[in-house]
Every structure is written in C-alpha cells, then in structure tokens.
C-alpha cells in the first residue's frame, strides 16, 4: 500500500509529508509502527518524531503487486521470450516480456481489482 504520512519532530515542531511504499492493510497502524521504531532507535543527535496525520496514495495496480518469478529459466513460445510472475500477496499471474520492467497480468485478471 502506498501513503503518506505527516511528521513533526518533538524538538523543533517542524513537520513534513515522508511517502511509504510497503504491503500492508492498514496505513495508520504500519505509519504508527515506522514512527514508533524510529523513536526507539534514535542517534543521539536525533529528535523523536510524532504522527501527524496519514494519507492513502492512490496509485497505479502495478505497484501495489509484491511479484515473485516463478520460472528458473527465461521461457520461449513462437520467438517470444517471457518470465512468469505470481504476485506473493494476492496470487494473480502475469509475464514479463522481454526486458520490460512491466509485468502483464493474465487474461483471467484484466477485469478485476486485485492487491486493495
């Protein structure tokens, strides 16, 4: 899930927006636990931080898929070379073609919302 979230820092009262790109399912509890752990992990000359506030990012479906190869070897059919992928958080399929970054959901997925 994408998001952002408003921090202050305790000392100086400065705040400012950090975006987040991590799996998970809910924003406010994942921003609540980076801030906690920062807090607990502090440098000395670091100032403790708070939430301010937390906002969903809409994004593209391709960022929100945690994708994981599941062949060993590039495959080939009819001259084209593809990798196929399974997304680890929801199980849709899709291949990577070629050297694209971008990975091509299956047929049976155009249609539906998947990894929300």
């Not at 994408?2 to 509890?29: A, L, Y």
């Not at 980076?34 to 502090?42: P, R």
């Not at 929801?90 to 970054?101: A, D, I, Q």
Request: proline share 3%; net charge positive.
């Amino acid at each position: 899930m994408r998001f952002k979230m408003k921090v202050r820092s305790t000392k100086t009262g400065n705040t400012w927006w950090e975006e987040v790109n991590k799996p998970c399912t809910d924003s406010r509890r994942e921003a609540e636990r980076i801030i906690a752990y920062f807090n607990a992990t502090l440098t000395p000359n670091e100032s403790p931080r708070e939430l301010v506030a937390v906002r969903e990012l809409l994004g593209e479906e391709k960022s929100t898929h945690q994708w994981e190869k599941q062949n060993a070897i590039t495959k080939m059919e009819k001259g084209i070379i593809f990798d196929v992928y399974k997304c680890v958080r929801c199980g849709v399929t899709g291949k990577r073609f070629n050297l694209s970054e971008e990975v091509r959901l299956g047929p049976k997925y155009k249609r539906k919302i998947y990894c929300k």
